[in-house]
């Protein structure tokens, strides 16, 4: 079945540490995303892909980093600069054309201790 | 910069009464318009979308949406609320190409 795997669903870890959370897609989607969701937030973008081997800073991207060296990956990395980096990740992917929706992961669970 | 306001982080209804959740925009251009659904600990899903062909849009579960340009408002309305239903519901507006802004949600509960 096609769609976006997200892993691990739950991930701690401690506070310096980097951690690296990962979203694979097999919908054949040029545009892949990552957003960052907190209680009465709505959903935030952090670093958005349109195409392979390039990806553009969302509102929040500060404290994180990306990769975008194949199609159906986007990992996210949240650096030890991130200050307040326990959130649920959310990661998509679209065709990536305005009238299209995207089609979201079901999140990871970041918990920094 | 297209942004999203939804009145009323949270709805509280009956089972088998009306659901209506208020979303308006703002945006330079024609916009493209989602509503998604999400349940605790998941991630979204489509409920409907707007894209200019029709401004009453019917999606998935019984909800639907309706474009007012003069009122710069797509709500969520669904007649009869059913238990499942409880969830969380995000308004969304497509800008600069494929990217996303979402609304802070609403969060619909559904009484017995």
């Known amino acids: 079945d096609g769609g976006i795997t997200q892993s691990p669903k739950y991930l701690f870890r401690k506070e310096g540490q980097n951690v690296t959370l990962s979203c694979e897609q097999n919908?054949?989607?040029?545009?892949m995303y990552w957003y960052r969701q907190d209680p009465g937030q709505g959903l935030r973008l952090i670093y958005y892909?349109?195409?392979?081997?390039?990806?553009q800073k969302g509102d929040i991207a500060e404290g994180y980093s990306v990769s975008r060296e194949k199609k159906e990956s986007f990992p996210l990395t949240v650096t030890s600069a991130q200050k307040n980096p326990t959130a649920f990740y959310l990661c998509?992917?679209?065709?990536?054309?305005?009238?299209?929706?995207?089609?979201f992961g079901q999140g990871t669970r970041l918990t920094v201790v | 910069a297209q942004s999203v306001t939804q009145l009323g982080s949270h709805v509280s209804v009956s089972e088998g009464a009306l659901v209506l959740l208020r979303c308006n925009y703002s945006?330079?251009?024609?916009?493209?318009l989602f509503w998604y659904v999400q349940y605790p600990n998941q991630g979204l899903q489509l409920l409907l979308k707007y894209t200019s062909a029709a401004t009453l849009v019917k999606g998935i579960n019984g909800f639907e949406a309706e474009f007012k340009k003069s009122e710069t408002s797509f709500h969520l309305t669904k007649p009869s609320a059913h238990m499942s239903d409880a969830a969380e519901y995000f308004c969304a507006v497509s800008d600069r190409g494929s990217r996303l802004t979402f609304g802070e949600g609403t969060q619909l509960t559904v009484n017995p």
């Open positions: 945006s330079s251009v024609p916009p493209y």
């Open positions: 892909s349109q195409i392979v081997n390039d990806f």
């Open positions: 919908l054949n989607h040029d545009a």
């Open positions: 998509a992917s679209s065709i990536g054309q305005s009238n299209t929706e995207a089609f």
